[in-house]
């Protein structure tokens, strides 16, 4: 679960790291008055779980209460990578000297939490570590011990001459690291973390990812979340019964078992066609469930061709069969549609979908073919 900025740097001065604060708005009408508070210069900030945000223009700086609301009104209702803007912070403005990086997550080579540190901090530090990975201080933390104020000094030394500086720097890794661990959070980042010309240091970005699988332990934190709407056909699918995430390609999968769907994912990939989704409907699979997959399926505007890969085991193919009958009596849809279906029940499975004029292969490997020369609008060769 991502947090936006706003959460974040909530998030980070509960642990005593410096941020900026600014006020939340969802309407430019509101504007003015959050800029009188925050006191001009402001920042207009869009917030959504992404970032480059700063070059998508969902960063501005305005400095006159008219210039506010021009600018609220620009931001709010944007798109910034596919996601709508609905709220942006107003932000107290600041005179930046220097920006740096900071940032923790799992280094999973190591299987250790890493601790990220670079002069060369601002925007794009993605880029900065594919073509000067040298610029990026990489610190292993142990899991155990924690990151010790020493180390966060050694590290701090290597951004900052000025001890002060330094120092100041140090002491918010190791909150930053504190964070991280109390959170159960897979990232902690701070991007930029600025020197100020005054020589005093804080975070005017803020990033957290927590870790889903570790919710259930912060209640507090799983009501932060705000769904995405990929996220929110996600959700409504685990309340299901179903695994589903979303993806960008064009064959919609509806698989039973983890293993099975990974492995349809990768077919398809080898073979050439771009996977929509992972979905999972589980080991025992009743028609509900099925009938639901395939509005899921669907509903997806990308999607040219639907992939149905069943391998009975616990799954019973007649189930299946059943579920995918009834699917398409409700659902009224012209996608073409592949079905793999071997193993328990394979007979009866077979039948009912023939009585229904559908036809089933055993080959996954074929089937995954004609499926992505179906979403290529070729008459499938079988
Ligand atoms: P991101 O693009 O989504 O990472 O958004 P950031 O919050 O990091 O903002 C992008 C850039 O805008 C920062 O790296 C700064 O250079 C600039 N910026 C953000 N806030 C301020 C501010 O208060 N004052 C100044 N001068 N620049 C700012
Ligand atoms: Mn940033």
């Known amino acids: 679960m991502k947090l936006e900025e706003f959460q974040a740097k909530r998030l980070y001065a509960d642990f005593g790291i410096p941020v900026t604060e600014g006020i939340l708005i969802t309407d430019h009408a509101h504007a003015k008055a959050a800029a009188e508070k925050v006191g001009l210069p402001v920042v207009v900030k869009a917030q959504v779980q992404a970032g480059g945000r700063g070059k ?28 709508l803007v609905e709220r942006v912070l107003i932000d107290p403005a600041v005179a930046i000297a220097g920006e740096y990086y900071i940032g923790i997550t799992v280094d999973r080579r190591k299987k250790l939490p890493v601790l990220m ?74 991007n930029p973390l600025v020197e100020l010309e005054d020589g005093s240091i804080l975070a005017i970005d803020a990033k957290v990812v927590l870790d889903d699988s570790a919710l259930y332990r912060h209640p507090d934190l799983e009501k932060l979340r705000i769904a995405t709407p990929n996220e929110e056909k996600e959700l409504a699918a685990k309340a299901m019964g179903l695994s589903y995430v979303q993806l960008d390609g064009e064959i919609g999968c509806m698989v039973n078992g983890a293993g099975l769907a990974m492995a349809t994912m990768d077919v398809i990939k080898h073979l050439g066609g771009t996977p929509a989704n992972f979905l999972d409907i589980g080991g025992s699979s009743s028609s509900e469930k099925v009938v639901y997959a395939m509005k899921l399926l669907v509903s997806d505007a990308n999607v040219k061709a639907i992939f149905i890969n069943v391998f009975g085991g616990i799954t019973r193919c007649d189930d299946v069969a059943r579920g995918l009958v009834q699917a398409l009596e409700q659902i009224n849809t012209d996608l073409p549609f592949v079905v793999r279906l071997t193993g328990t029940n394979e007979e009866e499975g077979r039948k009912i979908l023939a009585d229904a004029g559908i036809s089933a292969t055993s080959d996954m490997t074929g089937g995954a073919r004609r499926a992505i020369a179906l979403a290529a609008g070729e008459e499938a060769v079988e």
């Open 117 to 190: 540190a670079s002069a060369a901090g601002g925007v794009d530090i993605e880029k900065v570590a594919a073509e000067t990975p040298e610029k990026i201080i990489f610190h292993p933390i142990n899991p155990e011990r924690g990151l010790r104020p020493f180390e966060a000094k050694q590290v701090a030394f290597k951004l900052f001459t000025d001890k002060k500086k330094a120092l100041a720097a140090a002491a918010i890794m190791v909150k930053l690291w504190c964070c991280y661990r109390d959170t159960d959070a897979s990232l902690a980042e701070i």
């Open 56 to 83: 998508a223009g969902g960063v501005k700086l305005a400095r006159t209460h008219a210039e506010v609301v021009e600018i609220s009104e620009s931001i709010l209702g944007m798109t910034i990578k596919d996601l």
